[in-house]
């Protein structure tokens, strides 16, 4: 075996690795470390950027070269979502807005005998009792049963369209995830979908279904989400560009 022969060969596990390379991202006039996570499941590239850097998921034989090339192709959209996130406010309080199904609601405050929350119009009605109220408290625990009220119909009306049956399902508390389904067919979705707009919610819904059909992210996978959600990937893009604003 000649020298070529081994250098490619050498290469191709370097390539196999995790790694770390440096973009430079023009609006902060600074470099962020790029994660490259290499998986053989993937044959395309994904771009995620999170708070202090940028999230490569790309096939092992990717060279880095080319992840640099197409992060400069895509330098105003990385800059906007870094300014995206560097100027998050709290959503529970940020100008007395807050997100609900994808939409912004103000919110109206009024003293009561109990703690509830009523959707009006376009206000977020919260009657509370007592004082040092902790705001906060309160509209997440109304996010979660909301959520699990919607998820509980959006389940029952999906899993009979396709077929399948889940052993339970519960409402969690995740850092990026969305949703999750086990080899025991328990599902668990993040409280925060609740904070997204409804078809973004099904696309979720359904995506973790399939799974209990195929625990994989296979072309069949694909193919058994795109018969219920036809533009799947316009709601995964979806997902990628705007999971910053609500998580």
């Not at 973790?208 to 694909?222: A, P, R, T, V």
């Not at 795109?226 to 705007?242: D, F, G, L, Q, T």
Request: aromatic letters at 14%.
């Amino acid at each position: 075996m000649n020298s070529l022969f081994f250098k490619n060969i050498f290469s191709r596990k370097i390539l196999k690795t995790n790694r770390t390379i440096t973009f430079n991202c023009s609006y902060y006039k600074k470099s962020y470390p790029v994660l490259i996570k290499v998986t053989n499941r993937k044959k395309t590239i994904s771009i995620r950027i999170e708070k202090k850097y940028i999230l490569i998921s790309t096939p092992y034989f990717v060279k880095d070269s080319y992840i640099l090339n197409l992060l400069e192709k895509k330098r105003k959209w990385i800059n906007e979502n870094f300014l995206k996130i560097s100027t998050k406010k709290n959503m529970y309080v940020e100008k007395g807005e807050i997100f609900y199904l994808g939409e912004k609601y103000k919110i109206q405050l009024k003293k009561g005998i109990n703690n509830d929350i009523v959707v009006k119009n376009s206000n977020l009605e919260i009657t509370y009792k007592g004082k040092n109220i902790r705001f906060r408290k309160i509209i997440e625990e109304w996010y979660k049963r909301k959520c699990f009220i919607l998820l509980e119909e959006r389940l029952l009306f999906f899993s009979k369209k396709i077929k399948v049956e889940y052993k339970n399902f519960k409402i969690r508390s995740y850092k990026r995830r969305l949703g999750s389904c086990d080899n025991k067919k328990c599902l668990s979705f993040n409280w925060k979908l609740i904070l997204m707009p409804k078809e973004i919610i099904d696309y979720v819904v359904i995506h973790e279904l399939c799974h209990i059909l195929h625990f994989n992210h296979s072309q069949l996978f694909w193919k058994e989400v795109s018969i219920y959600c036809p533009e799947y990937k316009k709601k995964k893009n979806w997902i990628n560009e705007n999971i910053n604003l609500f998580i």
